[in-house]
């Protein structure tokens, strides 16, 4: 697609519930990335995929985070057991040739 | 471990007037971004920055960086109320790893 696409664009998740949210890059963009971003804050680093190959997970803030992009297309962000404080906007962005990224609308997460 | 401080936070200026944003950070990197991002919106890249003194401008917005100095800036000029928004720039870690690391983001508003 012309853009990287994120669903579900809301998510409202009871405390305890597994959640998975999808990015679709830009067709081609080898990079993917996943960032959090809490209300009033810079996105914050979660994870870095090449192709199928998740080269960086430092930035995942527990077990309970887990990513994979099994064909080196879609991305799944799974967020096992949700608490409170992973309320927050996911955000998804690709990479191609060039030096620049091109952020996904976002997933914004809210845990009640 | 990369920081990287914006300032001001919040900025609050006149239409037709001038101001800069200043970005710093802590440790070598060879890439420097600014992002703009509207209320509940995801980013939208501005500017990539790779070398020392590059200089990049696009309408009354123009971006300069010095690595040396490890300082980057964003200059307004003559602002007019369509660039209120939230302004980050992000730079890539020069440790090996994937990560961009964003500043806490500039919040403008523009007084018409």
């Known amino acids: 697609g012309a853009g990287v696409s994120q669903s579900p664009r809301y998510k409202v998740a009871k405390r305890g519930q597994d959640v998975a949210l999808r990015c679709d890059p830009i067709s081609g963009h080898v990079s993917l990335f996943w960032y959090q971003q809490a209300l009033g804050q810079g996105p914050e680093f979660l994870t870095y995929?090449?192709?199928?190959?998740?080269?960086?997970k430092s930035g995942l803030p527990s077990d309970r985070f887990f990513a994979e992009r099994p064909e080196g297309s879609v991305s799944t962000l799974k967020i096992q057991r949700t608490q409170q404080e992973d309320s927050a906007v996911y955000l998804c962005?690709?990479?191609?040739?060039?030096?620049?990224?091109?952020f996904g609308s976002g997933t914004r997460l809210t845990v009640v | 471990e990369l920081k990287v401080e914006q300032n001001p936070l919040f900025l609050s200026m006149q239409e037709g007037k001038n101001y800069t944003i200043y970005c710093n950070y802590s440790?070598?990197?060879?890439?420097l971004y600014w992002y703009r991002q509207d209320p509940g919106k995801s980013l939208e890249s501005l500017f990539v920055l790779l070398s020392n003194g590059a200089v990049k401008q696009e309408g009354r917005l123009m971006a300069s960086l010095d690595t040396k100095a490890r300082l980057s800036t964003l200059h307004i000029t003559a602002a007019v109320h369509d660039l209120s928004a939230t302004y980050f720039c992000a730079v890539d870690g020069n440790t090996g790893g994937f990560k961009t690391i964003f500043g806490a983001g500039t919040r403008l508003f523009v007084k018409a």
């Open positions: 995929f090449q192709n199928e190959a998740q080269l960086d």
């Open positions: 440790t070598t990197s060879d890439r």
């Open positions: 962005a690709s990479s191609g040739q060039d030096y620049g990224y091109t």
